[in-house]
C-alpha cells in the first residue's frame, strides 16, 4: 500500500520528536514541520494538467531553508552535489520506466536506500545530508514527471510512492546519524576511562 511508509515514519518521528527531544524551540519547529507534512499530503496545488502535493513543496522549501541558513555550507558545490544526486534519482525511475525487468525489489527501498546512502556519503553533517536527500528526492521527481509528461496528459509531482521514499530515506539518515553519535560516545568514554590508568601508570 502506498504511502503506509511515509504516516508510519512520520509518526513515529513526531512521536520522537515530541517525548524522546530536550524541550527547546528546535523541537517545537520540528513537530510542527512533521505534523504539517503529514496533514499537507493529502493537498495538492493544481496548475492546469499538474497537480503537485503540497509535502513536496514543503519538503523542497525546507531544504532549500537549511541549505541557505546553514553557514557551513558551500553553496555552489552544495547545489552541484544536489543536482548529482538529483540526476541519480530520475535515472533509475526512468531506467525502471524503460526496463522494469531488473527491480525485483520495491522501487521505494531501492531508491530510499541507495539515494540516502550517496546523500550520507556526500554530505559532512546531518543537517547537510538531510537537506541534500530532501531537495535531491524533490528535484528529481520534478525532473523525472517532466521527462514523462510528454507521454501522459495529466502528471502528478509527489506521489504517495514518492513521499514513502522521502521518509524511507530520511529515516535511514537518522538511523545513519544515530550510530554515529552512538559510537562518538563509546569512543569518549573510553579515552576518559584509559586517562586515569595511564595517569596511574605515569
Known sequence: MEGIFFYWIMWLAWIFTTFM???SKKRLQVSICIL???LLSKWYVVFSTYSINMTLLLSLFLGYYLAVNEGKFKLISFYLTSLTIT???AGIMLFRVYDPVWFILDIRFIIGVFISIL???LGRASLQRYSLYIIALCQGEVLY???LGQFHNEITFGTESFLDMLSIGCF???LWSGIQHFTMVVENSIVKLQK???EKQG
Open 36 to 38: 504539517v507534512s503529514i
Open 145 to 147: 514527471w517532466i521527462v
Open 196 to 198: 586515569p590508568t595511564k
Open 172 to 174: 535511514i539518515i537518522f
Open 119 to 121: 546523500a550520507i556519503y
Open 87 to 89: 540526476f541519480a534519482y
Open 21 to 23: 527531544m530536550d524541550k
